[in-house]
């Protein structure tokens, strides 16, 4: 994490608290080593919203989609505060030595399953890299329900669940393996949109 993304953080985590009130539920299943945060992707304001539910100091990088590093000086700022860029629709041999190396120090990371934002469960599927890196790295998945789009000042429940590391059959998880274990990562976080912390 650098200390950019802490002085970012302090920056913005008021402004989304303000237009987007929402309640957290679930950081004691946070492991105190490296995990992978996998939220639904419903809104381009998820990552921001993930992040600011999470403490400052969670050593979090996150993995965000290149097209948004062509953008001048946007690019260069998300790279100062910890995102690096992923290729969709391929495999990204850049972004997955980038995220090992990332979990591989103990860090946290946050990426999204699907992959692409979806308005409703089952529009697509999982990628099998979360559960990729999850098997390779031997860390934790965490399943993370940040609501459907948000809309301003209405409120939304940020849930996080009990970490989830799938079990293979041999030394290493087969390309089915890590397909099932995506679907069933991606079939936790769904379930999680039962919780209402306004309750």
Same mark, same amino acid.
């Given at each position: 994490?650098?200390?950019?993304?802490? =002085? $970012?953080?302090?920056?913005?985590?008021? =402004?989304?608290?303000?237009?987007? !009130?929402?309640?957290? @539920?679930?950081?004691?299943?946070?492991?105190?080593?490296?995990?992978?945060?996998?939220?639904?992707?419903?809104?381009?304001?998820?990552?921001?919203? @993930?992040?600011?539910?999470?403490? $400052? #100091?969670?050593? /979090?990088?996150? +993995?965000?989609? #290149?097209?948004?590093?062509?953008?001048?000086? @946007?690019?260069?700022?998300? *790279?100062?505060?910890? &995102? =690096? !860029? $992923?290729?969709?629709?391929?495999? #990204?041999?850049?972004?997955?030595?980038?995220? /090992?190396?990332?979990?591989?120090?103990?860090?946290? /990371?946050?990426? =999204?399953?699907?992959?692409?934002?979806?308005?409703?469960?089952?529009?697509?599927?999982?990628?099998?890299? @979360?559960?990729?890196?999850?098997?390779?790295?031997?860390? !934790? +998945?965490?399943?993370?329900?940040?609501?459907?789009?948000?809309? /301003?000042?209405?409120?939304?429940?940020? $849930?996080?669940?009990?970490?989830?590391?799938? &079990?293979?059959?041999?030394?290493?998880?087969?390309?089915?393996?890590? *397909?099932?274990?995506?679907?069933?990562?991606?079939? *936790?976080?769904?379930?999680?949109?039962?919780?209402?912390?306004?309750?």
């Amino acid at each position: 994490m650098t200390s950019f993304y802490r =002085f $970012v953080y302090r920056i913005i985590a008021p =402004f989304i608290r303000l237009f987007f !009130p929402h309640r957290v @539920v679930g950081l004691e299943n946070l492991p105190e080593g490296g995990a992978i945060i996998c939220p639904n992707h419903a809104s381009g304001w998820d990552p921001f919203l @993930v992040a600011v539910s999470m403490p $400052v #100091d969670s050593r /979090l990088a996150v +993995m965000g989609k #290149d097209q948004l590093f062509h953008i001048p000086v @946007v690019g260069w700022l998300l *790279r100062k505060a910890g &995102v =690096f !860029p $992923v290729k969709r629709g391929g495999n #990204d041999l850049t972004a997955m030595k980038t995220a /090992l190396r990332v979990l591989g120090e103990g860090n946290r /990371l946050l990426v =999204f399953p699907e992959g692409t934002r979806v308005d409703e469960q089952g529009e697509t599927g999982a990628k099998g890299g @979360v559960a990729v890196m999850a098997a390779r790295t031997k860390t !934790p +998945m965490i399943p993370v329900y940040c609501g459907p789009k948000h809309k /301003l000042f209405r409120k939304t429940t940020v $849930v996080f669940g009990e970490p989830y590391s799938p &079990v293979c059959a041999g030394r290493r998880p087969t390309a089915e393996e890590n *397909r099932q274990a995506a679907e069933e990562l991606l079939r *936790r976080i769904y379930a999680l949109s039962e919780v209402d912390g306004w309750k």
